[in-house]
Nanobody
C-alpha cells in the first residue's frame, strides 16, 4: 500500500491548511483511515480517524478545529485544519485506522508560527 500525504506548509497561528492523502489501490474505500502526527522528539499520535462507515474520532486537542473526510471515488482522505496553533507543528501522516499499516509514507510537515 502506498500512502502519500501532501498539503503541509508554513502558516501563522490562527490560519488554516488542508492536507490530502492519496492511497493506492482501494485502500480508502475499504478501510478506516486516520491522520497521525509526530512532533519533534515525541511519539506519533492519532489526530483524527474516520471509519469505513463514516464515523469520526478526534484527539481532544483538535476537536472543533480539525475535520477529517474521505472521497472514496478518489481514494483520498483529507484533513481540514482551522485555528492552527504552534503546538500543531508536526509531521502529519495518513494511515489505516485504527490498525495502521507498517508503511507510513513520507508525511507532510506542518509548521505553525506564533
Amino acid at each position: 500500500v502506498q500512502l502519500q500525504a501532501s498539503g503541509g506548509g508554513l502558516v501563522q497561528a490562527g490560519g488554516s491548511l488542508r492536507l490530502s492523502c492519496a492511497a493506492s489501490e482501494s485502500t480508502v474505500s475499504i478501510n478506516g483511515m486516520g491522520w497521525y502526527r509526530q512532533a519533534p522528539g515525541k511519539q506519533r499520535l492519532l489526530v483524527a480517524g474516520i471509519s469505513s462507515g463514516g464515523s469520526t474520532n478526534y484527539a481532544d486537542s483538535v476537536k472543533g478545529r480539525f475535520t477529517i473526510s474521505r472521497d472514496n471515488a478518489k481514494n483520498t482522505v483529507y484533513l481540514r485544519m482551522n485555528s492552527l496553533k504552534p503546538e500543531d507543528t508536526a509531521v502529519y501522516y495518513c494511515n489505516r485506522y485504527p490498525l495502521f499499516f507498517d508503511n507510513w509514507g513520507q508525511g507532510t510537515l506542518v509548521t505553525v508560527s506564533s
